[in-house]
């Protein structure tokens, strides 16, 4: 029995060593954890701060436009940063957000470079289908509109794009004016067979196109827009059956009830106006 007992304290004694051992053993473990951890924090902050990791000019920023790079000076222009600063220090977020609002881009996303240091920023520019006149009271502002609506300086837009063509489709009046219904007529126009030049949209009560038949009158913008641009589609042939020099305008504002107004006479055309006049 007293060998039973001997054997036991034994094993205890054993064990409680094992797991002093084992204790030991953890708290140096934790022990070069910490260290490790601030040791890497430590490098990392050393690296940060170090004047490699510096954006120091325009150079290092690579800004492009599809396939199309940017010019440093293009790049600075649309760009607010002061040099030089930490590259760890720059909000990529905050830099694309502030291209976003310029009025020529849609789109911006910012990549911070480390090899070697700088930034790669990739734009998507707003695509103009329209130059807009507005008139003031001194001089007329010119300017330009994608299909959204959203309206470009024109010296915004060709900076940017020195060498491109305007569009040749031209919008007369103030933004307020044709802001609301914009979309739905470029989409309803843009699909036309009938080339539309010019879009008036100076009185509130008639919105007038300039197109290749002659002035086509509207009435006032609304959701009929779309039936009277396939109206006027219709009626695309008009100029082989009219002498196109005597009519002063085609009247749409009842798109169930075209007018051709011809030196001084209205002339009814048919409700339903076959493919082929």
């Not at 789109?107 to 070697?116: D, E, N, Y």
């Not at 914009?182 to 100076?202: D, F, G, Y």
Request: proline share 8%.
């Amino acid at each position: 029995m007293a060998g039973i007992i001997s054997v036991s304290r034994t094993n205890l004694a054993q064990r409680r060593q094992k797991l002093r051992r084992h204790r030991r053993i953890k708290v140096i473990q934790a022990i070069w954890r910490t260290f490790a951890i601030i040791g890497l924090t430590g490098g990392l902050f050393w690296m940060a701060v170090q004047p490699v990791w510096m954006l120091k000019a325009p150079k290092q920023i690579v800004m492009k436009s599809g396939d199309k790079f940017l010019s440093d000076e293009t790049a600075q222009s649309l760009l607010v940063l002061s040099y030089p600063q930490s590259l760890w220090r720059i909000e990529p977020s905050a830099i694309a957000n502030s291209l976003k609002k310029q009025p020529t881009i849609a789109q911006a996303t910012v990549r911070r470079r480390l090899f070697p240091p700088g930034l790669i920023i990739d734009i998507q520019e707003r695509v103009p289908v329209a130059v807009t006149q507005t008139p003031g009271n001194k001089k007329v502002t010119i300017g330009l509109l994608d299909a959204s609506g959203a309206w470009m300086p024109l010296e915004k837009y060709t900076s940017l794009n020195p060498t491109r063509k305007l569009p040749n489709l031209r919008v007369i009046g103030s933004p307020k004016q044709y802001c609301l219904y914009w979309t739905q007529l470029h989409q309803a126009i843009s699909q036309s067979p009938v080339k539309v030049m010019e879009i008036n949209c100076q009185n509130p009560t008639n919105l007038i196109l300039k197109t290749e038949l002659g002035n086509v009158h509207l009435g006032v913008p609304g959701p009929q827009m779309s039936e009277q641009i396939k109206v006027l589609a219709q009626m695309r042939h008009l100029g082989a059956k009219l002498n196109s020099g005597q009519i002063e305008y085609i009247d749409l504002k009842n798109p169930e009830i075209p007018l051709v107004q011809m030196n001084q006479e209205v002339q009814k055309l048919t409700p339903k106006i076959p493919k082929k006049i």
